[in-house]
């Protein structure tokens, strides 16, 4: 008898069958019945339309059928809420049994129904579970906050939950301990700025006594916790690592990596003469080994973290060198990871064995890791000098067997060896040249074509060789074309006389016959300077080149310190700092951003006191030649915003190319209705062309990400320049920067992944239904306590109160009320941020009297900025935006702060509830 | 933490899903299928893969993929270990871990999966507390219900969830109190084509088959406990005694468990058992190769070596392989091109070998490469290593246990370059 009966029904009446059957009254039919429905379950059939009679089936004492209706209710009760509150009175009942099972159950199954009005059932049951007499029913609870939070994060704050979760941090039971640790990790990600998780001296003692006791998996989340912790100095690193140690022996691989997370960051902190130091770094490096004789998987991942720590401290693996040595039935992904660690730790002392291994690697089936082994082989010459004949005189070897792809990829390693060795191993150009014919991928051709061109001079017949080469030129590739009108200049320049010919050919070619600029230029480059000063030219084209660097693959030092920090995690596997990129996003702060957007419309069209002017015809005339600055929103002369919405200001180089491979970013971030974009332009600056382009932002402050790919929809050739307009949305992970406004950022394209950060203006965070109600406004405005008021001033801006009003509103902050008082003009301020924060703001205008006070905000106000301006013509925008932002967040500065500004703002951010 | 898991067969069914937070659509696996069909073999699908809004974490056992899916930040060590218990917990529950098993359990299978894991987090992976809450199947078992209509889940709370000892239950009670271990030990090794070793490791367990009444505290001591410098723990292990003492001191769970797990490494000379003598080449424009191998003990400590399998994997234009053989049988497989050959024991005076043809596909070139040979054998009665389990004592009990160690030494990975 088993289940797969349970599959057989596959008849036109099922659902109703069942439904009979579900409300049979013999008890083992029923049971036989949801068995069945279950079972449909879960090979995703849709079996909710039997929701209420599988419902009715809840209220027995069979402790199996209760689970199963309780699994049923899980996973459909989001899709039937009026049916789920049937089940409440249950739940409740349930959570009071004498059972501790059934207690834990009850609370378990209520957490995971994502129902609103199931919810506030909730509250209480999980308050007596937290603190129920057995440990069983209070882990349970504990990971029920967390479940709760996700779905209702205020509701768990305003109930306290997250206090007592705190408070079974010191439960007597290890397990109950390590639910708890896990549930506020999880709680903590999501809302980085809360201090959830205060670690101390003491809540770190409590932690490490939970540490030996609990399970395996509780073991994960309290060494991932204690990793987040700063030991106050060297003795309490010391201390902490020498209780974490054991937990180097443990069974579960993931522990493991875990503890070698703490200790690789602890160590930071430890002296190096210590011996302590020593003996853990000898500690270290057995259970790194051990992890690679786990499953592939698991070796995967461990390969991974090994890369970062052999290159952050290699001292710990070098002795290690024959455990990465590669097995012909490894999976590929295990086999390209240990390579790229063998080259790590190739040194003077292990090379001889590790180039006997890449030669034997160098003839295996699967192309992919052929080709990276012959790279290897090059990368091991670079590295190490002492083996640089050696791997010359292998590649050799291996080109003589004349499989293709080798002696392609054997002769691309070659030219960069020339580069570091200049004049050592010319002898082989000989060899190379036999296989010219034999090379059919770019890459190939273009390096064979640079060698001979280098070494034109002593190759005799160079002018043939690059001659056959030219015959083909216009289907070539971009790589080899280039390479091969620079090939024939050094040619020409070495030996003028007999090439004067071919020099003539590829540079008409080159210039007349492409349709490629780069190439174009380059070639009219080189005709000018030949034809104007072949003194010049010689010392321009056969320059010394600077010698290629030793290892241009490793991580970057900043950002393997960080990586290091991440071991164990996803980062880990990718080598790149978390990204807001896939996490999750809440549900809640998805129905925010479409409020955002429906609510933005009702106040454009229905708005009471101010609606913005719909049409502001700005004439262009006004004489504002973009890029003056004058582009700005608070435009003199035309006295009311424009409907394209707030200020942008004009673009900045974000990246230079100097600093990307060639690749210049600038940028600036707009506003338009509702949406906020990223307005990019990419140029490529480098000689080869750019594909492949990809875009992802670090979490940040407000959860800015990019809500597209980035599309660049053809290649970006060398010299061009493309203009992009990448929309972002609100919803992306949320993680408190310094500056609250920096925007760090990565761009990938197929030549490297760049990084570099940005500072983003507050103001297209404004959303459109920023204005508060009146009445709304005037509660909070009272509630403000005074300490949280901020006051400053804005000098000699001969502005009206209707003028300043309209120009504000098209930045989406608007005017709520207006009022005069003693022959002042008062305005009430509104504004929302994306996250929900209101900020008010009193505006004092008084006419012919432009003074100016800026005050600082109190520290824990949430700084925000205007778009604040100009006076009587003269621009002084730039970065009025930026200023003002950073005058919120260094209080001294604002003093210096000379802008002229007309107003005097009262400014309170409060927080109200969502 | 881990959101849901999808299993799949090897023709890329999806033919069971579990969520432990929202449901997340099917569509997600494509991700996964575009994956699996870029990687030339199954065994090649890489274990993390991220989509525009999860990650993708799987596993490949027995023939299926563990697909789950994750959302937020996870340490992904953490979801294979995790993924690998659940395949061992049905290995366990149902004799196999195949997917007409899973199907034929799968009421079983989804209480098993809600046992193990609530909101993403491990709740009971045990298995000595995870068949308290859920009975494993049995016929009996399915008749005894049918009639008496109680069911496979236990009502009373598994006392091991309390207790400090996780691990084990209470309350066991033997007639026959016994205490096995097995020393398993496997040779990883690579021989290049002169016969010398490239890469020796010893990868240690030893198992242990428990079944005393009671709370029985144990030690197990070594003769020489100097070799294992790099162990891996059961948890109920206890480390300080094992740092000051170099004893195993522990209170074992109930029934099979993995106490300790071991590496010898390559620094300390380790044995190996037999040597293959092999000439295999393919002459230049003519469809045809020759194909030679002999196998004879090296350091055999004096032990028979027995169960000897030979494994190749021929290249592509290998058509077929005309051999004879001094012992056992060979079979090749023309379509995976895989040669087995079953040699069985070694006798000193005659060793055996294999030898004859290879037909090469006509016009084809000459393969680049020689295949390595895999191979299996086993010793009875030897830890290769040297390792001697000294004695076991029992504390806290009164009865006198029956007690017992099997040594035996396997070939692992052990791979012969030619």
Known sequence: MTDSKYFTTTKKGEIFELKAELNSDKKEKKKEAVKKVIASMTVGKDVSALFPDVVNCMQTDNLELKKLVYLYLMNYAKSQPDMAIMAVNTFVKDCEDPNPLIRALAVRTMGCIRVDKITEYLCEPLRKCLKDEDPYVRKTAAVCVAKLHDINAQLVEDQGFLDTLKDLISDSNPMVVANAVAALSEIAESHPSSNLLDLNPQSINKLLTALNECTEWGQIFILDCLANYTPKDDREAQSICERVTPRLSHANSAVVLSAVKVLMKFMEMLSKDLDYYGTLLKKLAPPLVTLLSAEPELQYVALRNINLIVQKR????????????????????????????????????????????????????????????????????????????????????????????????????????????????????????????????????????????????????????????????????????????????????????????????????????????????????????????????????????????????????????????????????????????????????????????????????????????????????????????????????????????????????????????????????????????????????????????????????????????????????????????????????????????????????????????????????????????????????????????????????????????????????????????????????????????????????????????????????????????????????????????????????????????????????????? | MIHSLFLINCSGDIFLEKHWKSVVSQSVCDYFFEAQEKAADVENVPPVISTPHHYLISIYRDKLFFVSVIQTEVPPLFVIEFLHRVADTFQDYFGECSEAAIKDNVVIVYELLEEMLDNGFPLATESNILKELIKPPTILRSVVNSITGSSNVGDTLPTGQLSNIPWRRAGVKYTNNEAYFDVVEEIDAIIDKSGSTVFAEIQGVIDACIKLSGMPDLSLSFMNPRLLDDVSFHPCIRFKRWESERVLSFIPPDGNFRLISYRVSSQNLVAIPVYVKHSISFKENSSCGRFDITIGPKQNMGKTIEGITVTVHMPKVVLNMNLTTTQGSYTFDPVTKVLTWDVGKITPQKLPSLKGLVNLQSGAPKPEENPSLNIQFKIQQLAISGLKVNRLDMYGEKYKPFKGVKYVTKAGKFQVRT
Not at chain 1, 792 to 819: H, M
């Open chain 1, 314 to 914: 290699p001292e710990i693996l070098k002795h290690e060198m024959k455990v990465f040595f590669v097995k012909y039935n490894d999976p590929i992904y295990v086999k390209l990871e240990k390579l790229d660690i063998m080259i790590r730790l190739a040194s003077q002392a292990n090379i001889a064995q590790v180039l006997a291994e890449l030669k034997e690697y160098a003839t295996e089936v699967d192309v992919d890791f052929v080709r990276k082994a012959v790279r290897a082989i090059g990368r091991c010459a670079i590295k190490v000098e002492q083996s640089a004949e050696r791997c010359v005189s292998t590649l050799l070897d291996l080109i003589q067997t004349k499989v293709n792809y080798v002696v392609q990829e054997a002769i691309v390693v070659i030219k960069d060896i020339f580069r570091k060795y200049p004049n050592k191993y010319e002898s082989v150009i000989a060899t190379l040249c036999e296989n010219l014919d034999s090379l059919d991928e770019p890459e190939a051709r273009a390096a064979m074509i640079w060698i001979v061109g280098e070494y034109a001079e002593r190759i005799d017949n160079a002018d043939e060789l690059l001659e056959s080469f030219l015959e083909g030129f216009h289907d070539e590739s971009t790589q080899v074309q280039l390479q091969l009108l620079t090939g024939i200049v050094k040619l020409f320049l070495k030996k003028p006389t007999e090439t004067q010919e071919l020099v003539q050919q590829v540079l008409s070619l080159a210039t007349q016959d492409s349709d490629n600029p780069d190439l174009r230029d380059r070639g009219y480059i080189y005709w000018r300077l030949l034809s104007t000063d072949p003194v010049a030219a010689k010392e321009v084209v056969l320059a010394e080149k600077p010698l290629i660097s030793e290892e241009t693959d490793l991580i970057e030092p900043t950002l393997l310190d960080e990586l290091i920090c991440y071991i164990g995690t996803l980062a880990s596997v990718y080598h790149k700092p978390p990204m807001s990129g896939p996490p999750l996003t809440t549900s809640s702060v998805q129905m925010g951003a479409v409020d955002l957007l429906g609510g933005g419309l009702d106040s454009l069209i229905g708005g009471t006191n101010f609606v913005a002017p719909p049409t502001a015809a700005v004439p262009a005339s006004l004489g504002a030649p973009i890029g003056s600055g004058l582009s700005d929103l608070f435009d003199l002369t035309s006295g009311v915003g424009t409907l394209s919405g707030s200020y942008v200001a004009p673009k900045a180089v974000w990246l230079p190319a100097m600093k990307a491979k060639g690749l210049e970013i600038s940028g600036t971030f707009t506003r338009q209705v509702g949406s906020i974009s990223m307005d990019l332009q990419l140029t490529n600056k480098a000689l080869q062309v750019m594909t492949d382009f990809a875009i992802q932002f670090n979490r940040n402050s407000f959860g800015l990400a990019p809500a597209a790919p980035l599309q660049v929809h053809a290649p970006l050739s060398p010299n061009q320049t493309v203009e992009i307009s990448l929309p972002l949305s609100t919803v992306g992970s949320v993680m408190k920067m310094e500056p609250l406004n920096n925007l760090q950022v990565a761009v990938k394209n197929n030549i490297d992944v760049f990084y570099f950060s940005t500072l983003y203006p507050l103001h297209i965070l404004f959303v459109e239904d920023g204005k508060m109600d009146r009445q709304m406004f005037l509660a909070t405005w009272k509630d403000i306590p005074n300490e949280n008021e901020a006051q400053f001033q804005i000098r000699d801006c001969p502005l009206n109160a209707e003028a300043v009003s309209s120009k504000l509103q098209s930045s989406n902050i608007f005017t709520v009320a207006k009022r005069n008082v003693e022959g002042q003009d008062m305005l009430y301020q509104s504004l929302k941020l994306t996250n929900g924060i209101w900020v008010l703001a009193e505006l004092r205008i008084q006419p012919g009297n432009p003074s100016c006070t800026v005050r600082a905000p109190a520290p824990t106000l949430r700084p925000w900025s205007l778009p604040f301006v100009p006076c009587q013509g003269v621009v002084l925008v730039e970065d009025a935006v930026q200023a003002s932002l950073q005058a919120w967040l260094e209080p001294e500065s604002v003093r210096s702060l000379k802008r002229t500004f007309l107003e005097s703002f009262h400014i309170h951010p409060v927080r109200l509830p969502r």
